[in-house]
């Protein structure tokens, strides 16, 4: 698959086949994604790679302590504390794409619970990743790690696999760490669902709209 032909295709995938992955491939992503570039070749990521009984058992009780309404609380601060526009229109515009796809109302809070409580598990699919940073690197090892995100996601592309980016599952930093034993001195960024799409599940009909180059490129010549 060519770059741009990936890059053009790629969405956030919230249904998955019950079709397993298997380690070979993960390896072959993460193989390729490690060539992402870093500042003086810090590669300041992690990965834990969660399938089987351990994401069952981690999914588990991220989506009870969700459900009991623990918020969670992030490693660091993802999103603004008061949206401007134009970005506070865009988030309302994308969630509200995805609830009228999927026909649930404004009012139906249980519909709506239960397709947030999703993120969590991964929305089903057969492998969760989880991204972290070592905590003692600096803001430029955000935009590494991006980079090997992103990354990983043009690579799952080239196998026939899709991705969902999940900023989510790092409210759960304090149920992940333990649960994993693993990352206790990082920051964990976001997971990432893999898996197989259902093409014909609902939820992954929709496309959230780009911005024209236009609207954010000046040209300087």
Known sequence: MHVITALEQRKS????????????????????????????????????????ESK????????AAFRS??????????????????????????GLLMYSTLGIK??????????????????DAPV???FFMDSGMQSGSYMDCGMFIQS???????????????ASLADYQHIVKPE?????????LCGMAVGYEDTEA????????REEVGSFAEFFR
């Open 202 to 209: 609902l939820v992954n009909s929709y496309r959230t709209p």
């Open 128 to 130: 969760m990743l989880l």
């Open 106 to 123: 404004r009012e139906d809070k249980e519909r709506q619970l239960n397709q947030w409580a999703a993120n969590y598990r991964a929305f």
């Open 180 to 188: 994993l034993d693993f990352g206790h001195d990082k920051i964990l």
């Open 69 to 94: 309404g623990d918020k969670g609380k992030r490693d660091y601060q993802y999103y603004p504390t008061e949206w401007a526009e134009p970005y506070k229109s865009r988030r309302k515009a994308c």
């Open 152 to 166: 990983t996601m043009l690579s799952a592309m080239d196998l026939g696999l899709r991705t969902c980016p999940l």
């Open 13 to 52: 995938t919230r249904a998955f086949l019950k079709r397993d992955v298997t380690e070979e491939q993960i390896n072959t992503m993460l193989n390729a994604a490690r060539h992402a570039p870093s500042g003086v070749n810090t590669q300041p990521w992690s990965v834990a790679v969660v399938t089987g």
């Open 56 to 63: 069952k058992n981690l999914q588990t009780k991220i989506e």
